[in-house]
């Protein structure tokens, strides 16, 4: 009796978490980074501008990738020659400024 309980409520929190709203927040990037056009990357489509290190980025959402979750970030830049570009970039390179 317990297994179920625990099994309805682990499927009902995981059907809450797939469906939770992403909150964007703002970050900068700690390296220059490729947008890609999509969040496909083995057949990447890269954007023509590259932000660099240092400029302010909107994240509006995350995928993971290969089972590791929150792989990648679709940002908007904020700031520098790149600004109003939207794309998806790799995680790690953002520093998270506020939420």
């Known amino acids: 009796m317990n297994r179920r309980i625990l099994v309805l409520f682990l499927t009902s929190f995981l ?20 947008l890609n056009a ?3 990357i083995t057949k990447p489509s890269f954007l023509p501008c590259a932000p660099a290190a240092g400029e ?5 959402a995350q ?16 700031s520098g ?6 794309g998806w ?5 953002l520093k998270v400024v506020s939420n």
């Open 15 to 34: 059907s809450f978490a797939a469906n939770a709203e992403f909150i964007p927040f703002s970050a900068v990037l700690i390296e220059s980074a490729p």
């Open 38 to 40: 999509t969040e496909e």
């Open 56 to 60: 302010s980025v909107m994240v509006l």
């Open 63 to 78: 995928a993971s990738h290969a089972g590791l979750p929150q792989f990648l970030s679709k940002v908007e830049v904020k």
């Open 81 to 86: 020659q790149c600004q109003g570009t939207v």
């Open 89 to 93: 970039v790799v995680t790690s390179r």
